[in-house]
């Protein structure tokens, strides 16, 4: 599986990212070994996560998420359930 995430940063900022493994590059990215812009920022929070087959689709929809505003991501953020998509997901692969 494919993900295109969203972070909210500790300085009220958000992060648009891709990655195979949600929960492992929240954790890196709070360990400030993910990405230059999220060091300095932690804690992070993974406030929306979308799943594709695809690495190329997850990283299209990586890309629109980073266009979004602010005001955008925020109201994303809002109407997703996280622990939903990666439980479901966990319960998929056995």
Known sequence: ???????????GTYYAGYTTDPR????????????KYTRGRTPV???HVERFD???????REY???????DAK????????VAAVLDHDDRERG
């Open 45 to 47: 929070e993974l406030v």
């Open 1 to 11: 599986m494919h993900y295109a995430y969203l972070l909210a940063c500790a300085d």
């Open 54 to 60: 695809s690495r190329s689709a997850a990283m299209s």
């Open 64 to 70: 629109e998420l980073k266009q979004l505003s602010h």
């Open 24 to 35: 492992r590059r929240v954790d890196e990215h709070n360990d400030e070994v993910g990405a």
């Open 74 to 81: 925020a109201r994303l953020a809002a109407g997703t359930d």
